[in-house]
């Protein structure tokens, strides 16, 4: 498969400090991918290069099979920044009808835009009466003007609600599948967790870890959490057969190796008849993310 993003060994300095360090990644068209980092670990020095608003000292870069920057890749890719402006004035049709005729696209499908991010009842009003998450949502529909092969979002979900975020992610499931390639960067580390397909961790301008969450589990190797309820009366017998079985907020709660899990719940399930219930939790991305953030010294 040719893939919508190829980097290789990206290095870019300001000033004499490196804001990437070797950088090699790839998007593939129909992949959901999250890039993470704290602020100043390099993201949004990454997004400016693939863009090609900033060049690299070294390194090569393929976007959508030209240069950055480029015609060919300029057609092909949309950008939706944080916080995304636009002129009060002007409703949320006028708006995007705007942006349509900017990429010579059809301005009769601004209406559609609107309605797939969910600004059909809101179109004919003026932007400087919307909320944040409205204006993100406009931003949106510009970004989908052309059907882009590849979308770049930064932070898109800031200033959604609850619902707006669940929309905003079934619709990046649409686009995907389509095959639209999808590289967003975000702190919402909860929500990037169920919906993308592979992640990529920035710090100190190198990239620490990449892959899916089984991969960066088993990379990261941290315990397994297990937590036990105790039929009444047992949590003594249970604490006898798991050693390092502790009492926390009325339940038993045990870490385990990830090579262990399988034996530590083979002699819980041996037990029966004295365990009411069992949880078993894996490392969260945000476990994850704190370890290769530590290890690389951030």
């Known amino acids: 498969m040719t893939s919508t993003l190829t980097i290789s060994r990206l290095t870019k300095t300001f000033g004499g400090v490196r804001a ?72 949320g049709l006028e708006q995007v009808t705007y942006y349509m005729r900017l990429r010579r696209e059809n301005p009769a499908g601004a209406m559609d835009l609107l309605a797939r991010v969910g600004l059909a009842d809101a179109a004919k009003r003026r932007i400087g009466t919307y909320s944040k998450g409205m204006r993100q949502r406009v931003g949106l529909a510009q970004a ?30 649409t686009l995907a599948a389509e095959g639209a390639a999808i ?15 592979r992640l990529l961790i920035l710090s100190g301008g190198k990239l620490v870890a990449e892959g899916s969450m089984p991969d960066l589990r088993r990379d990261a190797d941290l315990p397994v959490a297990i937590n036990i309820n105790a039929v009444n009366g047992y ?15 009325g339940a038993l709660h045990l870490t385990c190796a990830q090579d262990e899990k399988l034996d530590t719940l083979a002699r819980i399930s041996k037990l029966q008849g004295k365990v009411a219930d069992i949880d078993v939790v894996p490392p969260s991305l945000e476990d994850i993310y704190s370890h290769f953030s530590r290890r690389d010294g951030q």
């Open 183 to 197: 590289l967003l960067s975000s702190h919402a580390l909860t929500e990037v967790e169920a919906r993308t397909d």
């Open 144 to 173: 989908l003007i052309g059907h882009p092969s590849l979308l770049v979002l930064d932070e898109p979900t800031s200033g959604l609600d609850p619902v707006s975020r669940r929309d905003f992610y079934e619709l990046l499931d």
């Open 235 to 249: 949590a003594s017998d249970i604490m006898a057969a798991l050693p390092n079985a502790i009492r926390h907020n």
């Open 20 to 91: 990437l360090s070797d950088v090699s990644l790839r998007v593939n068209p129909g992949e959901r991918v999250a890039l993470l980092g704290h602020n100043g670990a390099g993201k949004s020095t990454l997004m400016k290069v693939i863009l090609g608003l900033i060049a690299p000292d070294s390194g090569d870069i393929s976007v959508c099979g030209g240069a950055p920057g480029k015609a060919q890749a300029r057609d092909r890719v949309a950008y939706l920044p944080e916080n995304a402006a636009f002129h009060s004035a002007l409703t």
